[in-house]
């Protein structure tokens, strides 16, 4: 992504995020806005649930739902994410004990946490996969971690 499309993007998810619509519906059409932007093969988003120590599925864009629609918080890359409170970016997940696998075609895959109001804790991730080897470069990363800061205020007014 260039620096053109990654300011339409980010500008595009802020629209969005700050509209009074559906949370679900606004949030699908992120997942959406996401995935047509890197060309990704699939993009979900979940919520952390701290209380209950699950990490769920509220939507996605590509072909099918996830396998792990909701896993504890511990587990996985996501589960990697929330602890460290930082982006987990791994380009060959087969070469990765920690890898949930959710399709048998994926080779490389990012988790981008969501920081609630005082950027302390996760509130939320996304979850980008796709079926190239190394398919997030530093670049990418960054543009992704400023889409997390852009679509937050729809986590925040959960809690």
């Known amino acids: 992504m260039h620096s053109m499309i990654s300011k339409a993007l980010l500008s595009h998810l802020s629209a969005i995020a700050t509209q009074t619509a559906d949370r679900i519906d606004s949030l ?86 969501i920081f609630d109001v005082r950027e302390e804790r996760v509130v939320g991730t996304i979850d980008i996969e796709s079926e190239h080897r190394n398919a997030f470069d530093a670049e990418t990363q960054r543009i992704l971690e400023e889409c997390s800061k852009a679509i937050s205020a729809l986590w925040r007014i959960e809690g």
């Open 28 to 113: 699908r059409k992120i997942a959406n806005l996401i995935r047509s932007s890197g060309n990704y093969r699939w993009v979900g988003l979940y919520d952390v649930a701290h209380e209950a120590k699950t990490v769920c599925n509220i939507v996605y864009s590509g072909p099918g739902a996830p396998k792990y629609p909701t896993f504890p918080i511990t587990k996985g890359l996501t589960g990697e994410a929330i602890r460290t409170q930082r982006t987990v970016n791994v380009g060959d997940v087969a070469s990765d004990s920690r890898y949930l696998t959710a399709f048998g075609s994926t080779q490389s895959e990012v988790i981008v946490p």
